[in-house]
């Protein structure tokens, strides 16, 4: 695979996308705003790629830019990691409009902001697309693909079929919705867990080992559709017919939006790590993730 | 280890305990109502082993017994997996009441049914609780600890300590809650799971590669509360002022119980492996379960 891609905002996640698009033979152009970022890049690139185990000689199809103008020159995917500030992203998407390639695709790692907010009434509004991966791409899979009502079915297809031969997981959204799908299942899970926490029924361990020693075992191999087809034994039909108004009822008595006070802040925080542990904390957490695609992806060989 | 070990009940989950109880050492008594399952077990048992690559000569702690009053001498534990059935429960309750050793405490593997709907009046009430595996408990570890009103605290303290010996992990709720945390959890999930698939939003691949290839591999190194506590630079405070409004406004506009339609069942039936495949794929998952928890243990020893 030979392509020119922008990663514009080398943060976290545009570091870790430049290690994607360089392990797959892609040239990679980088940008950031700020100068420092700028010139401690090969330094950052160079952590970044041992934490996945890559080789670092995948580095030398990497480029750091001065300028936006000089990162966008040949590129025909642009990924975007800005903040997640409406006006920042505004102003972004009118630059990339007027400078970006003809035709390149402009994809944005967006986490929360939905295409239309900052596409809307831009020439290239039709090649803007939600590219929403998991921090950090480089060790787990799933992007989110999620157009605007403005983006062309085309560019949907040409993302999609990008990402497979990345090695990423691409899943797609047929139309926008506020959180994608990613954040809406982990909103649902915070607020219950939230609520137990609060109510003194389970303490944020306890919550936790539910989910890390149970629960999340079957999700992360195969998800929660394909797991509730193997929990009943005539399938998902069965298990629907028996257990379907249990678990709408349970459903019905979970927590929303008003799980996340204060108070449930403060307990979490009373037994949770402390913010000068998270940086340590979150380099382990992404060795894991990459030992943890490791054994998954041995699996499909065996 | 030698304790004496009731299961009654000897279906997949029975079954899968007298692996936990005998592979530490535990002399394992086993009945079951059904002179068949009975007749079968030691073969049954011996493929179960094979799942999780026990070794079969931990099966000379099991013996079969012909009755359930057989079962139970000696035993100061009695796992009982019958059907999750409210009036099959009381009845087997009576019994155990009647009949088993002074001072037993008798578990009961229910996951929908809470204890006081089965242990009121009895003699035995203070000794009867909730410990509720993740089906099959000897590849998955998690068990719910969840007391009824009458649930003698120090029996909550043993059970505790007797689930970690053995090597699960406990997780302790402090009160009686319909659908314990886990399947609360589950629920969330599944309610948003099927009203995004039922509006076409994404389709059931799109959602289980989202949790399996994103979501669910965070949560399973280390859960919910452990996953948010390092997604912002300060920690869960942070994370709750930066994120708490955005995480509470998609809660609010989460599926209920509304979402478990017949229609999202006939989706998902759709697009599952068949009935027919459920037997062979979910001894295929159990194996994958027992590989992820040798490499998740193997972790723990780097």
Redesign the interface.
């Known amino acids: 695979m030979t392509r020119t891609i922008a990663v514009i905002g080398c943060g976290l996640i545009g570091r870790a996308w430049a290690i994607v698009f360089a392990r797959a033979g892609c040239d990679v152009r980088l940008w950031d705003p700020v100068p420092e970022v700028r010139d401690a890049l090969p330094g950052l690139l160079e952590a970044t790629a041992e934490v996945s185990r890559d080789d670092p000689a995948a580095l030398a199809h990497v480029t750091v830019c001065d300028t936006l103008q000089d990162a966008l020159v040949g590129a025909e995917w642009v990924q975007e990691n800005g903040p997640e500030r409406l006006e920042v992203k505004q102003a972004l998407y009118a630059q990339l409009d007027a400078m970006a390639e003809d035709g390149a695709i402009l994809a944005s790692s967006s986490s929360?902001l939905v295409a239309s907010r900052f596409a809307e009434g831009l020439a290239s509004r039709g090649r803007i697309i939600i590219v929403h991966p998991?921090?950090p791409p480089h060790v787990?899979?799933?992007v989110?693909l999620c157009p605007s009502p403005d983006t062309a079915p085309e560019v949907m297809d040409t993302a999609e079929a990008f990402m497979r031969e990345l090695g990423q997981?691409p899943?797609?959204?047929?139309?926008e919705?506020?959180?994608f799908?990613?954040?809406?299942?982990?909103?649902?899970?915070?607020?219950?867990?939230l609520s137990?926490?609060e109510q003194?029924?389970?303490?944020?361990q306890?919550?936790?080992?539910?989910?890390?020693?149970?629960?999340?075992?079957?999700?992360?191999?195969?998800?929660?559709?394909?797991t509730?087809?193997?929990?009943?034994?005539?399938?998902?039909?069965?298990f629907?017919?028996r257990y379907?108004?249990?678990?709408?009822?349970?459903?019905?008595?979970?927590?929303?939006?008003?799980?996340?006070t204060q108070r449930?802040?403060e307990i979490?925080?009373e037994t949770?790590?402390?913010?000068d542990?998270?940086?340590t904390?979150?380099l382990a957490?992404d060795r894991?993730?990459a030992?943890?695609?490791r054994?998954l992806a041995s699996?499909q060989e065996d």
């Open positions: 929360a998991v921090n787990v899979p799933v989110e997981v899943v797609r959204l047929s139309r919705i506020d959180g799908v990613l954040n809406r299942l982990q909103a649902v899970v915070l607020a219950e867990a137990l926490i003194g029924i389970v303490t944020p306890g919550l936790d080992d539910t989910m890390a020693h149970g629960l999340g075992r079957r999700w992360t191999l195969m998800g929660p559709i394909a509730i087809n193997l929990n009943a034994a005539g399938g998902v039909t069965d629907m017919t379907g108004s249990m678990f709408a009822r349970l459903a019905d008595s979970a927590a929303r939006g008003e799980a996340f449930a802040a979490l925080a949770m790590p402390g913010p542990e998270v940086q904390a979150s957490r894991r993730l030992a943890l695609a054994h699996e």
